[in-house]
């Protein structure tokens, strides 16, 4: 499902217009981000959670030369699946 498609459902399930849904899903995702970048886990409740997890530096190999690189540490975002999700995809 692309962007388009679930505004679209979006809409039809709250019955609001499809430039209402997408406004609510981009104040919903700059919220969030606001949140994630501030340094603290998002939780929907019977969805999951969000949080920004920080990846330490470590030497890489490159398979072919074998020369040795530093990989710089990084902020990835990570998802946990809340239980009840995980049970509804059994």
């Not at 209402?20 to 998002?42: D, F, H, I, P």
């Amino acid at each position: 499902m692309n962007n388009k498609e679930f505004i679209a459902a979006l809409a039809e399930r709250t019955g609001c217009t499809s430039r209402e849904a997408n406004s609510r899903v981009r104040t919903l995702v700059k919220a969030m981000a606001g949140q994630l970048t501030q340094g603290n886990q998002v939780v929907v409740p019977s969805f999951g959670t969000f949080e920004v997890k920080k990846k330490n530096e470590r030497i890489s190999v490159h398979p072919v030369t074998g020369q040795r690189m530093l990989v710089p540490p990084k902020l990835v975002l990570n998802f946990r699946p809340a239980t009840t999700l995980k049970e509804q995809n059994k």
